[in-house]
């Protein structure tokens, strides 16, 4: 059974940064496609960004060249870099694995002044 546990969320003011990390325990992890989603207050459920087991990453628009997904193989982690955070990114925080469709409890990512 794959078990995901994320860390690393807060409060950060705008322009500001977080990482995010996502700790996985069972499986093969190596292979697995990994994700991170968003789900804001009164918002749908949104896919940020993912990670294949070759290293390919995919990004939703809204976060191009802000965000950087990554993964450590040794460590079965994966990590999402967050950059000039703004208010718009302001919610709950999800690490799932695509391949399992494993999910994690959730961080909560607040930006505010």
């Excluded at 870099?81 to 799932?96: F, I, W």
Aim: with cysteine; hydrophobic share 30%.
């Amino acid at each position: 059974q794959v078990q995901l546990v994320e860390s690393g969320g807060g409060l950060v003011q705008p322009g500001g940064s977080l990482r995010l990390s996502c700790a996985v325990s069972g499986g093969i992890f190596n292979f697995y496609t990994m994700a991170w989603h968003r789900q804001a207050p009164g918002k749908q459920r949104e896919l940020v960004a993912t990670i294949t087991g070759g290293f390919s990453t995919n990004y939703a628009d809204s976060v191009k060249g802000r965000f950087i997904i990554s993964r450590d193989n040794a460590k079965r982690t994966v990590y999402l870099q967050m950059n000039s955070l703004n208010p718009e990114d302001t919610a709950v925080y999800y690490c799932n694995c695509r391949s399992t469709n494993s999910w994690g409890q959730g961080t909560q990512v607040t930006v505010s002044s």
